[in-house]
């Protein structure tokens, strides 16, 4: 028996709009502020509809999109490709990937939430869609506007220095900084991003003040912390990957016990004695009202991919592992990490401008 699409009482998609601005380099930094909706109607529209429950058939009936709301060739595109193609392959048609760039990452994410919830419309997207509304200081909540379907992967954050810097290990940089409170700049993809909340948890718990510097997206990040310009930086494996195996930068610590095989060796910052865990995950996301059988459907297929060897190698690639999860747990995931980046927002006063 095939598997069923839901059919919403919205019968149209959301046309598309221009994009509000764009997200330069390998980062996901977040947009500027944007109100609710304002971030609603960088999708085409002016207000949230309620979620239409309505009747189901067979699915798919024509190509699903995946829509990745950053511009081509970072780690949300590099997840997204395979596991289309691994989707088209289970279920017979095109799984196609739409890179939906504008306004960090907002643009994206509100076309889906207002798209059809029938299946035909994916978001895949990392772990900085949990800090959009707290960042933005808008009401948007990733749990209580989309369906959460899949979590794909996750990936331990790795604190860099450049190896002539005597900020060689947590402990050495905590030294530092109590010497001589905000002398430390910490570089960032953006304000909001991923990269940026994992340093603001870090002074959190480490009692640190390590100053920002943001940045337009990683390379130029880590551009300036090869130069001498910044003195440290929390990133991905894959970020800065080509500057480790150059000897341009060292890994001083990772922000998560988990890593694949072959990583650089390095301690964990919890190693230092900071209750301290942190790290990036990707996943896969529908509109709000998607059917639950459906919803099961595309997780059972999503965890399936993640079982092949190949796709677990690829993975390992990009510095991170595969993550399954049945449907009600990877909610209960998507609920905890907003209700953590609102607590990191307020804490350490993160806005988007």
Same mark, same amino acid.
């Given at each position: 028996? /095939?598997?069923?699409?839901?059919?919403?009482?919205?019968?149209?998609?959301?046309?598309?709009?221009?994009?509000?601005?764009?997200? =330069?380099?390998?980062?996901?930094?977040?947009?500027?502020?944007?109100? %609710?909706?304002?971030?609603?109607?960088?999708?085409?529209?002016?207000?949230?509809?309620?979620?239409?429950?309505? #009747?189901?058939?067979?699915?798919?009936? /024509?190509?699903?999109?995946?829509?990745?709301?950053?511009?081509?060739?970072?780690?949300?595109?590099?997840?997204? %490709?395979?596991?289309?193609?691994? !989707?088209?392959? %289970?279920?017979?048609?095109?799984?196609?990937?739409?890179?939906?760039? @504008?306004?960090?990452?907002?643009?994206?994410?509100?076309?889906?939430?207002?798209?059809?919830?029938?299946?035909?419309?994916?978001? &895949?997207?990392?772990?900085?869609? $949990?800090? +959009?509304?707290?960042? #933005?200081?808008?009401?948007?909540?990733?749990?209580?506007?989309?369906?959460?379907?899949?979590? &794909?992967?996750? $990936?331990?954050? +790795? *604190?860099?220095?450049?190896?002539?810097?005597?900020?060689?290990?947590?402990?050495?940089?905590?030294?530092?900084?109590?010497?001589?409170? /905000?002398? !430390?700049?910490?570089?960032?993809? @953006?304000? @909001?991003?991923?990269?940026? +909340?994992?340093?603001?948890?870090?002074?959190?718990?480490?009692?640190?003040?390590?100053?920002?510097?943001?940045?337009?997206?990683?390379?130029?990040? !880590?551009?300036?912390?090869?130069? @001498? =310009?910044?003195?440290?930086?929390?990133?991905?494996?894959?970020? $800065?990957?080509?500057?480790?195996?150059?000897?341009?930068? %060292?890994?001083?610590?990772?922000?998560?016990?988990?890593?694949?095989?072959?990583?650089?060796?390095?301690?964990? *910052?919890?190693?230092?004695?900071?209750?301290?865990?942190?790290?990036?995950?990707?996943? &896969?996301? $529908?509109? =709000?009202?998607?059917?639950?059988?459906? /919803?099961?459907?595309?997780?059972?297929?999503?965890?399936?991919?993640?079982?092949?060897?190949?796709?677990?190698?690829? !993975?390992?690639?990009?510095?991170?592992?595969?993550?399954?999860?049945?449907?009600?747990?990877?909610?209960?995931?998507?609920?905890?990490? *907003?209700?953590?980046?609102?607590?990191?927002?307020?804490?350490?006063?993160?806005?988007?401008?």
């Amino acid at each position: 028996m /095939r598997p069923a699409r839901h059919r919403s009482c919205r019968d149209t998609e959301v046309a598309r709009q221009p994009v509000l601005g764009q997200h =330069r380099g390998g980062g996901n930094p977040m947009p500027q502020r944007l109100g %609710r909706r304002a971030l609603l109607a960088a999708a085409g529209t002016t207000g949230l509809a309620a979620p239409c429950i309505a #009747q189901t058939e067979g699915w798919p009936a /024509r190509p699903v999109r995946i829509v990745v709301p950053f511009t081509p060739g970072g780690s949300n595109d590099a997840i997204a %490709r395979p596991l289309a193609e691994r !989707l088209q392959a %289970r279920f017979g048609q095109p799984f196609v990937v739409e890179n939906r760039p @504008g306004a960090g990452s907002a643009v994206g994410v509100a076309a889906v939430a207002q798209s059809a919830p029938d299946g035909h419309t994916l978001l &895949l997207t990392t772990s900085s869609i $949990a800090a +959009i509304g707290p960042v #933005q200081g808008s009401g948007f909540n990733p749990a209580a506007e989309l369906d959460a379907v899949a979590l &794909l992967a996750k $990936a331990p954050l +790795i *604190v860099v220095t450049p190896p002539g810097s005597p900020l060689d290990s947590i402990p050495a940089l905590v030294a530092a900084d109590r010497a001589s409170p /905000r002398s !430390l700049h910490f570089a960032s993809s @953006g304000p @909001g991003s991923t990269t940026h +909340i994992a340093a603001e948890l870090f002074n959190m718990r480490a009692g640190t003040t390590l100053q920002h510097v943001p940045y337009r997206g990683t390379a130029g990040a !880590l551009t300036d912390l090869v130069a @001498g =310009r910044v003195d440290l930086m929390f990133t991905t494996i894959a970020s $800065a990957a080509g500057q480790i195996r150059g000897g341009l930068l %060292r890994v001083i610590a990772y922000t998560g016990e988990d890593r694949p095989a072959g990583s650089p060796p390095a301690p964990t *910052v919890r190693a230092a004695g900071i209750p301290y865990e942190s790290g990036i995950w990707w996943g &896969l996301f $529908a509109p =709000r009202g998607l059917a639950p059988e459906l /919803r099961r459907t595309l997780n059972a297929a999503a965890n399936a991919a993640l079982e092949e060897p190949g796709f677990a190698r690829y !993975l390992a690639g990009e510095g991170a592992l595969p993550a399954p999860l049945p449907p009600a747990a990877v909610t209960a995931f998507l609920e905890s990490e *907003v209700r953590e980046m609102r607590e990191v927002v307020a804490a350490a006063h993160i806005r988007a401008d």
